[in-house]
C-alpha cells in the first residue's frame, strides 16, 4: 500500500507543505487547525496510518465520511498545503514513519517545507524568555532564497538552541561538528530525528525548516493562534486571511467537558 493515496485530482509539484509534529501541548496539530479553517482548504489525501496509533471520528461540520490519523489538506489557488496528524508516531515504528514522509516530500515536487512543533519550556534558557518561537534550518537544506521560507531571515524568529543535550553525561560534539548536530528538543517528538534525516541524507532536495514554539501543557488556543500566526506571515499567507476562523470541533470539548461546579460547594 502507497504511504499517500490521493482522494482527487490535485496537483503538489511546486507548493508549500506545513508539516505539524505531534509534541509538546499539540500547538502544532492546533495551528494547523486554525490555518485549515482560516484558509478554507479541503481534504484532498490520506496517509497509511500503518505507523502511528489508531484514530477515527466524525469529520468537520458533518461532512461525510471519517477523519483518518494523517490527511492532506489542500485547496486550488492556495499554495500552501499542510498534513494533519491527529495521532502520535507508534515507539517501534518511528524510523519507518521518518522514511516514508521524506520519501513522500521528496517524490511530490514540494518547492519547500515547514515543520512544525512544540518544545517544552523546562530547558529553555533566560535569553530564550524575550521571545517564544524560534527557527532550525537543517545544515544541508538548499538555500532558502526564492522559496517563501526566506522571509524567516528578515522576521524576528531567531535561531534555536539548546543550552543543555539530550543526554548530558555524553560524549559532546567537537566544534567542528557541532553546527551540524540537531539541538536537544525536549518534548518536540521526532522532530529532531526528521531533521537530522534530512541533515544526513544527499537525496533531499526540498528547502526545508522547523518553527519551534516554547508551551506549556494545558490550554494551548492562544499558544496555536500565535504559531498560525507566525507561519502565515512566513509563508505570506496572511494575506489571503480575512479573520482567524477555529473549526466548528474546537467547541465541543477540545479539552474535555467542563467540571461539575457543584464538585467545589
Known amino acids: 500500500m502507497p504511504f499517500y493515496i490521493p482522494k482527487v485530482d490535485f496537483s503538489l509539484a511546486g507548493k508549500t507543505l506545513v508539516v505539524p509534529i505531534v509534541s509538546t501541548g499539540n500547538v502544532s496539530q492546533l495551528a494547523v487547525d486554525l490555518l485549515i479553517a482560516s484558509l478554507g482548504l479541503q481534504h484532498i489525501g490520506i496517509f497509511d496510518p500503518r505507523d502511528v496509533i489508531p484514530v ?11 477523519t483518518t490519523p494523517i490527511e492532506l489538506y489542500g485547496k486550488v489557488g492556495v499554495d500552501v498545503v499542510v498534513i494533519q496528524q491527529r495521532s502520535p508516531v507508534l515507539k517501534d515504528r518511528k524510523q519507518e514513519f521518518v522514511d516514508s514522509l521524506l520519501e513522500f516530500i521528496a517524490s511530490s515536487g514540494f518547492g519547500c517545507v515547514l515543520f512544525l512543533s ?8 533566560d535569553a530564550q524568555m524575550l521571545v517564544p518561537t524560534y527557527h532550525i534550518i537543517p545544515f544541508s537544506s538548499p538555500s532558502l532564497q526564492s522559496t517563501p521560507l526566506s522571509s ?6 531567531p535561531a ?7 543526554y548530558p553525561l555524553a560524549d559532546q560534539p567537537t566544534a567542528s561538528s557541532e553546527s551540524n548536530v540537531i539541538p536537544f528538543i525536549p518534548g518536540g517528538g521526532v522532530t529532531r530525528r526528521i531533521l537530522a534525516a534530512i541533515s544526513a541524507s544527499p537525496a533531499m532536495k526540498v528547502p526545508t525548516a522547523c518553527l519551534l514554539q516554547f508551551v506549556m501543557e494545558g490550554d494551548n488556543r492562544g499558544d496555536a493562534h500565535l504559531l498560525a500566526a507566525v507561519v502565515a506571515k512566513v509563508l505570506g499567507a496572511d494575506t489571503l486571511i480575512t479573520e482567524w476562523k477555529q ?9 474535555g467537558a467542563g467540571h461539575d461546579q457543584s464538585l467545589y460547594g
Open 118 to 125: 512544540g518544545v517544552n519550556p523546562s530547558n529553555r534558557s
Open 152 to 157: 524567516i531571515s528578515g522576521l524576528p524568529i
Open 247 to 255: 473549526p466548528s470541533s474546537w467547541q465541543r470539548g477540545l479539552f
Open 56 to 66: 477515527i471520528a466524525a469529520r468537520e461540520d458533518g461532512e461525510p465520511g471519517v
Open 160 to 166: 534555536y538552541s539548546s543550552p543543555t543535550t539530550q
